[in-house]
Structure formats: structure tokens, C-alpha cells
């Protein structure tokens, strides 16, 4: 594992940058005798490098400063940089040690790395190279400054420079058509990252510095039975390939005792920076001990995911390459409820049983977030404690959603609909079903005698304007969560497959959120299937028969509502949990639908009557509120209040919309 290095790193370094001061300094006496300085704003001389490398200008023979010293000083250094490593730099120690480096090897390693160290190496470099544009020294320029009798440039780039690229610590830093030993050498970022944050508390920095992050297992992210079960599975050197990555390998990693490095290539620029960027969170994850997972890799990284396997303790990835696949495991309503309960002690939430059985059911936020969640709440807010974090874990869990949903947040309450008594005990049965799911699936055993999946289906069938709609806006405020209302004429495609494609991005919206999946106008989606004449039949029984199966596979609370309830295919109604007909209100109804359809701020005339329309027309509830708020807009345009006769003319506008002609009698009086 990785460890904080000792106090007296930054002496290392100084004795790093002693030698690379005679490194360099000496291969320029050697070159020039007495050089000439340069012209100042314009060129750069090698007596202006030298003297800024604590060389004298001109050195004469027999002085201290002379090439014989010089070369003294960086024997005397070289021993205890390379051969003896007592002075070399904690970070570059590990690196040493973890690729097994030769002392050529951590020669080369330790010049390449100069320019990142000091601008005076680079200046250095380019003035030896005869070209102020190549700050990075090429095999040619390394060969002599290694000092090996009988080392060549091409010897060089055939050996260690070979292997250290192949390994990641070095890679190709020089433009098209530079000679191959010519062409300058750059340090694995890694490897620059972790001598520029060296202390066990900066790794996370090191790793943002190449665009990855460091998950050490955190406090309150314990795992579940299953991902525990994983984590013990999990041996060094192996290799995975998520199904589902997320969060939860985190805590699978975590379980076995990994740290991870975490990259996502999505972020990345195409082309070769990405595979370059999964061989530096590679060499990072060598060098600190962690596993590496990395996301949305392509066949353009097999190679470099190839060099990695096997070479960090864990290396995860969602694609790539072919692995041992492991899927995420399923999280049940009761780990979800031990989660948040352990969350809510650590915070003194004060939730009750039912309060935390509640977000377990809907507020499907990771383990880690929880105590986000929980830290939002106000104790002097009207709101219950329940509802802010509800609130703020539907905020955790929002995401740009696919074409064709629309979130709604509840706006409506039991107190707002009028529905037959039968009826309305049997749509509170519809949230009783999915908040008590994990007593009565899991602890009760019952899971298994649910041939068609845990999720709860429900069809809401009647007239338009009975309450359908309203209904499932309701139940979701119940349950504390979004409505996602899918718009069919945008899911359903013409072209083969992307209707499924569409509907897939739908259900996973909606389980990501916890929302209520409501289809309205269902039978136009999930219709009966028909004798397959032409391909467009046989396209249209593939749909419904992905949609039968991603109904099954569906975990939360799906709502289809539907005018024509004989069109929907019977396969679909043996998978309903529960049916409700929404039917035309009576007369007694529709009085209370007329009484609830203006708000108590509304200017009513003290006079008006409502009972003899409720009476006399048969219209939907819908149509009611329609009525009520034409004949509002009606009574704020005449700077008056909502009388008879602005009931009367609105009764009349929606009687023509709706096609009731002859029911324009009965508002006579």
C-alpha cells in the first residue's frame, strides 16, 4: 500500500537536481571549452546555461569548475542517486522499485524528467540538441549524457528505452518526421503527478492531474451481503468487465481492501491521448498499490487495457476487452433501508421505521449520498424532516432525461380528486404496494412467487377526463417522488430498433430517479399484437414483445392509462398488479368536483348556485375544471368576480369543444 514518505524528501530532491546540474553542466564543458555568451532577449549560449547551472563562465583547466571536477562531483552524486538510490526522491524510489529499473534505466528515467523539474534543464537540452524548440532531450543527447563506454543512440532506444516506453514511464514527445533518435522523450504524467504531490493525503490530487480520481473506501459506504460476497471473490491481478458499472464496484473494491483509480474516457479527447491516458492512471494505480477501472474505453484501448491486465491489483472496465464478467448486484428495499438508517443515526436524523421504509422506496440515492441527504435538513423548515430529504435526494438523482419524458413534480393530493370510495381505496393499495414491497417480497418470501417481476403495473382505464392523470400525480406525491410522463409520439420510431433503444433510455431514467413511469394513451404502445402479414407487422410485434419483457425487468411503479381498455394486448393485463376503471361522475360527484375546482382565493359571487349544473350536466371532471378556469380568465378580464353568467358562457365554450351540442339546453335555467 501506499505510504506517507519520510520528511527529508525534499533534501532528495535537492540532490536530484545537484546531479542534474553536473549531468548536464558536464556534457556542455565537454563540448565547448571557453564559450561565447549570447546575445540577451535574442539566443541563449551554452556559457549562459552553464552559469545558470552554477557553473563558472569560463572555466580554465585546474580551476574547481573545471571538466575533471565536474566529473568528480557527478561520480560522487551519481552514487548516491543511481547505484546506491540513499538520495533519490521517495516517489522516484517507488517507481524504481515497482518496475524493477536498472540504473540506466533510472538514469534515463531521472533526465528525461529534468525539463519537468526546472526550466533551466530545458533550456539546457535545447541548447545541447542545437535547436531552442527541443526541450526534451532525444536517445541521441541521452546516450552521451548516460556516460556508458560504447553506448550508442540506437543501443539505447533498442534497450531501456524500449522497455520503459512499452511500461508507460516514457512516451514519444516530438513532432512528425523527427529521426527515431532524435525524436524527444517525455515522463509518464504519473510519474510527474506523484513526484509533484509525493504524501499519501496528495494522491487524489496526483490523480485529477491526470484526469482520473482516487477512491479510497470512505466512512458510510458499507457494502452489501452480495457485494461483500463479490469482494471476496476478488484476487490480485484480476481483471473484470463491469456490467452496470457504478458506484457499487466502488464499494466492492472497497470490501477487499482496494483503493481505486477511477478514470472515464468519455472525458477524453479521440485518439491517442486516450489510450496514453489509461496507461498513466495504469502506472499511478502501480505505483500507490489500487486497482484502476476504467469506463467507455473502445477498441482503440485494447491495446493499452491488454498491457494493463494483471498488472494493478484489480483492473475493471466497461468495455474494452474480454473479461470475467461481473453485473452489479441487486440491491434489495432492505440493504436500501440498513443504509439509511445507519445514515440517519450518524446524523441524529430522528427518522421513524416508517419514515425510513418510505426512503428506502424512493429515495434511491447511493449510501455515500445519504448523509449529503440527510445534512440538507432545516429543523425550522415547514416542511417534515421526511420530505426535505426526499427533496434533496431527488435533486442527487437528477439527469438530463431522454426525448419523449417529461418530469412532473406532483402537485395534487387525496384532498384535490373526487373519486367513488371503492376506487379510491384501490389506488391507495397502488402505494401501499410499492412502500411495503420489502417486507412483503424479501422478509416475507413472496419475490419468488412473482412470475412476472417486483415492479408494480397498473392500468387506469375510463373516459378522457375522469382523472386518470391526475390520479397518477397523486400516487407519486404520495410516494414522495417525480412523475416522468412519456410522450409516445416521441418514443416510437419508424426505424427498426430504435423504439426499443428509446424505451430502454426510458425505464433506466426512471429507475436511476425512482420516479413513476406513466404512459398515457397506452393502448397505442402496448396494443394488441397482430397476424404478421408485411415487416411492419413483424417490427410491431417485436416491440411489444422488448416491451413485455422490459416491463417484467422494470423494479419501480409504471402507470399506463388508456381511453380504449379492449386494445391493450392481454399479455400486458396478466402483468398488471392492478386495475382501476375510472368511470363519469354521478351527479353527487360532480358537485364535489364543481366545489373543489376553485381555489379559496377565488373571487366567487356570493350567490352562485353550482349544484343545479352539477345536476344537470353529465361532463367529466376535466371538463369541470376547464369550465371553472375559462370562466376565472372571463371574470379577471371584466374586472369582476366569478358569477353565473361567466360560468354560463365558459359551460358553453366547452360543451361545443367536447361535441355536447345538445346539452346547451340545460344550462338554461
Given at each position: 500500500?501506499?505510504?506517507?514518505?519520510?520528511?527529508?524528501?525534499?533534501?532528495?530532491?535537492?540532490?536530484?537536481?545537484?546531479?542534474?546540474?553536473?549531468?548536464?553542466?558536464?556534457?556542455?564543458?565537454?563540448?565547448?571549452?571557453?564559450?561565447?555568451?549570447?546575445?540577451?532577449?535574442?539566443?541563449?549560449?551554452?556559457?549562459?546555461?552553464?552559469?545558470?547551472?552554477?557553473?563558472?563562465?569560463?572555466?580554465?583547466?585546474?580551476?574547481?569548475?573545471?571538466?575533471?571536477?565536474?566529473?568528480?562531483?557527478?561520480?560522487?552524486?551519481?552514487?548516491?542517486?543511481?547505484?546506491?538510490?540513499?538520495?533519490?526522491?521517495?516517489?522516484?524510489?517507488?517507481?524504481?522499485?515497482?518496475?524493477?529499473?536498472?540504473?540506466?534505466?533510472?538514469?534515463?528515467?531521472?533526465?528525461?524528467?529534468?525539463?519537468?523539474?526546472?526550466?533551466?534543464?530545458?533550456?539546457?537540452?535545447?541548447?545541447?540538441?542545437?535547436?531552442?524548440?527541443?526541450?526534451?532531450?532525444?536517445?541521441?543527447?541521452?546516450?552521451?549524457?548516460?556516460?556508458?563506454?560504447?553506448?550508442?543512440?540506437?543501443?539505447?532506444?533498442?534497450?531501456?528505452?524500449?522497455?520503459?516506453?512499452?511500461?508507460?514511464?516514457?512516451?514519444?514527445?516530438?513532432?512528425?518526421?523527427?529521426?527515431?533518435?532524435?525524436?524527444?522523450?517525455?515522463?509518464?504524467?504519473?510519474?510527474?503527478?506523484?513526484?509533484?504531490?509525493?504524501?499519501?493525503?496528495?494522491?487524489?490530487?496526483?490523480?485529477?492531474?491526470?484526469?482520473?480520481?482516487?477512491?479510497?473506501?470512505?466512512?458510510?459506504?458499507?457494502?452489501?451481503?452480495?457485494?461483500?460476497?463479490?469482494?471476496?471473490?476478488?484476487?490480485?491481478?484480476?481483471?473484470?468487465?463491469?456490467?452496470?458499472?457504478?458506484?457499487?464496484?466502488?464499494?466492492?473494491?472497497?470490501?477487499?481492501?482496494?483503493?481505486?483509480?477511477?478514470?472515464?474516457?468519455?472525458?477524453?479527447?479521440?485518439?491517442?491521448?486516450?489510450?496514453?491516458?489509461?496507461?498513466?492512471?495504469?502506472?499511478?494505480?502501480?505505483?500507490?498499490?489500487?486497482?484502476?477501472?476504467?469506463?467507455?474505453?473502445?477498441?482503440?484501448?485494447?491495446?493499452?487495457?491488454?498491457?494493463?491486465?494483471?498488472?494493478?491489483?484489480?483492473?475493471?472496465?466497461?468495455?474494452?476487452?474480454?473479461?470475467e464478467l461481473l453485473r452489479a448486484p441487486l440491491v434489495t428495499i432492505n440493504q436500501?433501508?440498513?443504509?439509511?438508517?445507519?445514515?440517519?443515526?450518524?446524523?441524529?436524523?430522528?427518522?421513524?421505521?416508517?419514515?425510513?421504509?418510505?426512503?428506502?422506496?424512493?429515495?434511491?440515492?447511493?449510501?455515500?449520498?445519504?448523509?449529503?441527504?440527510?445534512?440538507?435538513?432545516?429543523?425550522?423548515?415547514?416542511?417534515?424532516?421526511?420530505?426535505?430529504?426526499?427533496?434533496?435526494?431527488?435533486?442527487?438523482?437528477?439527469?438530463?432525461?431522454?426525448?419523449?419524458?417529461?418530469?412532473?413534480?406532483?402537485?395534487?393530493?387525496?384532498?384535490?380528486?373526487?373519486?367513488?370510495?371503492?376506487?379510491?381505496?384501490?389506488?391507495?393499495?397502488?402505494?401501499?404496494?410499492?412502500?411495503?414491497?420489502?417486507?412483503?417480497?424479501?422478509?416475507?418470501?413472496?419475490?419468488?412467487?412473482?412470475?412476472?417481476?417486483?415492479?408494480?403495473?397498473?392500468?387506469?382505464?375510463?373516459?378522457?377526463?375522469?382523472?386518470?392523470?391526475?390520479?397518477?400525480?397523486?400516487?407519486?406525491?404520495?410516494?414522495?417522488?417525480?412523475?416522468?410522463?412519456?410522450?409516445?409520439?416521441?418514443?416510437?420510431?419508424?426505424?427498426?430498433?430504435?423504439?426499443?433503444?428509446?424505451?430502454?433510455?426510458?425505464?433506466?431514467?426512471?429507475?436511476?430517479?425512482?420516479?413513476?413511469?406513466?404512459?398515457?394513451?397506452?393502448?397505442?404502445?402496448?396494443?394488441?399484437?397482430?397476424?404478421?402479414?408485411?415487416?411492419?407487422?413483424?417490427?410491431?410485434?417485436?416491440?411489444?414483445?422488448?416491451?413485455?419483457?422490459?416491463?417484467?425487468?422494470?423494479?419501480?411503479?409504471?402507470?399506463?392509462?388508456?381511453?380504449?381498455?379492449?386494445?391493450?394486448?392481454?399479455?400486458?393485463?396478466?402483468?398488471?398488479?392492478?386495475?382501476?376503471?375510472?368511470?363519469?361522475?354521478?351527479?353527487?360527484?360532480?358537485?364535489?368536483?364543481?366545489?373543489?375546482?376553485?381555489?379559496?382565493?377565488?373571487?366567487?359571487?356570493?350567490?352562485?348556485?353550482?349544484?343545479?349544473?352539477?345536476?344537470?350536466?353529465?361532463?367529466?371532471?376535466?371538463?369541470?375544471?376547464?369550465?371553472?378556469?375559462?370562466?376565472?380568465?372571463?371574470a379577471a378580464a371584466n374586472d369582476g368576480r366569478i358569477d353565473a353568467d361567466a360560468?354560463?358562457?365558459?359551460?358553453?365554450?366547452?360543451?361545443?369543444?367536447?361535441?355536447?351540442?345538445?346539452?346547451?339546453?340545460?344550462?338554461?335555467?
Open positions: 500500500m501506499y505510504e506517507q514518505p519520510p520528511p527529508a524528501d525534499s533534501v532528495a530532491l535537492t540532490a536530484l537536481t545537484a546531479w542534474l546540474d553536473l549531468s548536464l553542466g558536464r556534457c556542455l564543458l565537454r563540448r565547448t571549452g571557453s564559450p561565447a555568451a549570447g546575445v540577451p532577449g535574442w539566443s541563449v549560449s551554452a556559457r549562459d546555461v552553464l552559469t545558470r547551472l552554477g557553473f563558472a563562465a569560463a572555466p580554465e583547466p585546474g580551476n574547481r569548475e573545471s571538466g575533471n571536477d565536474a566529473a568528480e562531483r557527478l561520480a560522487a552524486a551519481d552514487d548516491l542517486i543511481i547505484r546506491t538510490r540513499a538520495a533519490l526522491p521517495a516517489a522516484l524510489t517507488r517507481v524504481a522499485a515497482e518496475f524493477t529499473l536498472s540504473d540506466t534505466e533510472l538514469r534515463l528515467l531521472c533526465l528525461v524528467l529534468a525539463p519537468e523539474l526546472d526550466g533551466r534543464y530545458g533550456t539546457a537540452v535545447a541548447v545541447l540538441q542545437d535547436d531552442m524548440s527541443r526541450r526534451r532531450p532525444g536517445l541521441t543527447l541521452l546516450a552521451e549524457l548516460i556516460r556508458q563506454p560504447a553506448l550508442t543512440a540506437w543501443d539505447l532506444r533498442c534497450t531501456a528505452a524500449a522497455r520503459m516506453l512499452g511500461i508507460g514511464l516514457l512516451r514519444p514527445a516530438a513532432p512528425a518526421g523527427t529521426s527515431a533518435v532524435d525524436a524527444g522523450l517525455a515522463p509518464s504524467p504519473a510519474v510527474v503527478a506523484l513526484l509533484t504531490y509525493p504524501s499519501a493525503s496528495d494522491v487524489a490530487r496526483a490523480a485529477a492531474a491526470i484526469g482520473a480520481r482516487h477512491l479510497p473506501p470512505v466512512a458510510g459506504a458499507e457494502p452489501s451481503g452480495e457485494e461483500a460476497a463479490l469482494a471476496a471473490r476478488l484476487r490480485p491481478g484480476t481483471v473484470l468487465r463491469l456490467i452496470d458499472a457504478g458506484p457499487w464496484f466502488h464499494r466492492v473494491a472497497a470490501a477487499a481492501g482496494v483503493p481505486l483509480i477511477d478514470g472515464d474516457l468519455a472525458t477524453v479527447e479521440p485518439g491517442p491521448d486516450r489510450a496514453d491516458a489509461v496507461t498513466d492512471w495504469t502506472v499511478l494505480g502501480r505505483l500507490i498499490g489500487s486497482g484502476v477501472s476504467v469506463r467507455h474505453a473502445g477498441p482503440a484501448e485494447h491495446a493499452a487495457l491488454t498491457r494493463a491486465a494483471g498488472t494493478v491489483r484489480i483492473l475493471a472496465v466497461d468495455t474494452g476487452i474480454t473479461a436500501r433501508a440498513h443504509w439509511w438508517t445507519s445514515a440517519a443515526a450518524r446524523a441524529d436524523a430522528g427518522l421513524s421505521a416508517a419514515g425510513i421504509r418510505r426512503l428506502a422506496t424512493t429515495a434511491l440515492v447511493e449510501p455515500e449520498q445519504m448523509a449529503w441527504a440527510l445534512s440538507t435538513v432545516d429543523p425550522g423548515a415547514a416542511e417534515t424532516v421526511l420530505a426535505q430529504v426526499q427533496r434533496a435526494a431527488r435533486d442527487l438523482t437528477r439527469a438530463a432525461l431522454p426525448a419523449g419524458v417529461q418530469q412532473v413534480e406532483p402537485a395534487y393530493d387525496w384532498d384535490d380528486i373526487v373519486l367513488p370510495a371503492a376506487l379510491e381505496d384501490l389506488l391507495k393499495g397502488i402505494a401501499a404496494h410499492v412502500l411495503h414491497a420489502g417486507r412483503v417480497l424479501h422478509e416475507w418470501g413472496f419475490a419468488g412467487r412473482l412470475p412476472y417481476g417486483n415492479g408494480v403495473v397498473a392500468l387506469f382505464s375510463g373516459p378522457s377526463g375522469t382523472g386518470k392523470t391526475m390520479a397518477a400525480q397523486i400516487i407519486a406525491g404520495d410516494l414522495g417522488v417525480d412523475l416522468f410522463h412519456v410522450d409516445l409520439s416521441r418514443t416510437i420510431s419508424k426505424y427498426i430498433g430504435e423504439t426499443e433503444k428509446n424505451l430502454d433510455a426510458v425505464f433506466d431514467a426512471a429507475e436511476r430517479a425512482g420516479a413513476v413511469l406513466l404512459f398515457d394513451e397506452a393502448d397505442a404502445l402496448f396494443g394488441k399484437r397482430t397476424e404478421v402479414k408485411d415487416a411492419h407487422d413483424r417490427h410491431a410485434n417485436v416491440e411489444v414483445a422488448y416491451l413485455l419483457q422490459r416491463m417484467e425487468s422494470f423494479r419501480g411503479l409504471a402507470i399506463l392509462t388508456t381511453n380504449a381498455k379492449q386494445n391493450i394486448d392481454g399479455a400486458f393485463v396478466r402483468r398488471l398488479r392492478f386495475v382501476a376503471d375510472f368511470t363519469m361522475p354521478t351527479a353527487a360527484d360532480r358537485r364535489g368536483i364543481w366545489r373543489k375546482a376553485f381555489p379559496d382565493d377565488a373571487p366567487i359571487d356570493a350567490g352562485l348556485n353550482l349544484d343545479p349544473l352539477a345536476n344537470r350536466l353529465p361532463i367529466p371532471g376535466g371538463s369541470i375544471q376547464n369550465i371553472a378556469l375559462h370562466a376565472a380568465f372571463q360560468i354560463s358562457t365558459a359551460a358553453r365554450r366547452e360543451l361545443h369543444k367536447i361535441g355536447m351540442l345538445n346539452a346547451e339546453r340545460d344550462l338554461k335555467p
